[in-house]
């Protein structure tokens, strides 16, 4: 079946620091890649998404490269703030689907 | 644009009642809504999608009876916990599918209801 596996959290870091959080998928067929962003209390937001291989998703300083060839989606940021603590979710959709699969979700918190 | 709300916010009630949660679509119309479960520090349990007019598609494990699901309108689902027992305890979350023909139909979230079964 279809999966995504994210790094563990909480990751914990410094303002202006350097983030990734790993992704790696697991499809048959070929998905539609999307990071959602979850702040406390809130409901799930969209950050980004990439729908072909060699695709860049980028929103707000946050990007993911959709590599197929490791079937990886992984999230980087040049340089966070305290405003980017979150709960960030990657996950997938088939081709013309609707079920998005979730990963776990990794706490990203930022310290000043 | 594309945003989706839901009434309540939270909710507490005693163990044996029936809760309803509504989830609509403020500004499109949606074909298919689906409602999540999610655990504290864990990630989205898809429970079910509903296309209006049309009985709601549970995922495996999920009780049809325990979670009713109702898509009456092109904006709106609800989401009746019945019998609600302190297991039942949780944020439930929906999201919404605009109609768009061809290609893939983006997801929008609700803020999510939490809710607390005493």
């Known amino acids: 079946g279809n999966s995504v596996t994210q790094m563990e959290g909480p990751v914990t870091l410094s303002e202006e620091a350097f983030l990734t959080i790993n992704c790696t998928y697991t499809?048959?067929?070929?998905?539609?890649l999307f990071w959602y962003v979850q702040y406390p209390g809130e409901g799930l937001q969209l950050l980004l998404k990439a729908t072909k291989a060699d695709d860049k998703g980028s929103n707000k300083g946050f990007e993911a490269t959709y590599r197929k060839e490791t079937t990886s989606f992984h999230l980087e940021k040049g340089s966070v703030q305290v405003s980017d603590s979150a709960v960030y979710f990657c996950?997938?959709?088939?081709?013309?689907?609707?079920?998005?699969?979730f990963g776990a979700g990794t706490i990203l918190r930022v310290k000043s | 644009g594309a945003v989706v709300s839901q009434h309540p916010s939270r909710v507490i009630c005693k163990s044996g009642t029936s809760v309803k949660i509504e989830c609509r679509s403020l500004d499109f119309q949606a074909t298919t809504m689906f409602w999540y479960r999610q655990f504290p520090k864990q990630s989205l349990m898809l429970m079910a999608t509903s296309n209006e007019g049309s009985k709601a598609t549970y995922e495996q494990g999920v009780e049809k009876d325990k979670f009713l699901i109702n898509h009456a309108s092109l904006t709106l689902s609800t989401l009746t916990v019945t019998s609600a027992h302190p297991e039942d305890s949780s944020f439930y979350i929906c999201?919404?599918?605009?109609?768009?023909?061809?290609?893939?139909?983006?997801?929008?979230f609700g803020p999510g209801t939490r809710l607390t079964v005493l």
């Open positions: 999201s919404a599918s605009p109609i768009i023909a061809g290609g893939y139909n983006e997801q929008f």
């Open positions: 499809a048959t067929g070929y998905p539609s």
């Open positions: 996950a997938l959709n088939m081709e013309y689907g609707n079920k998005l699969v």
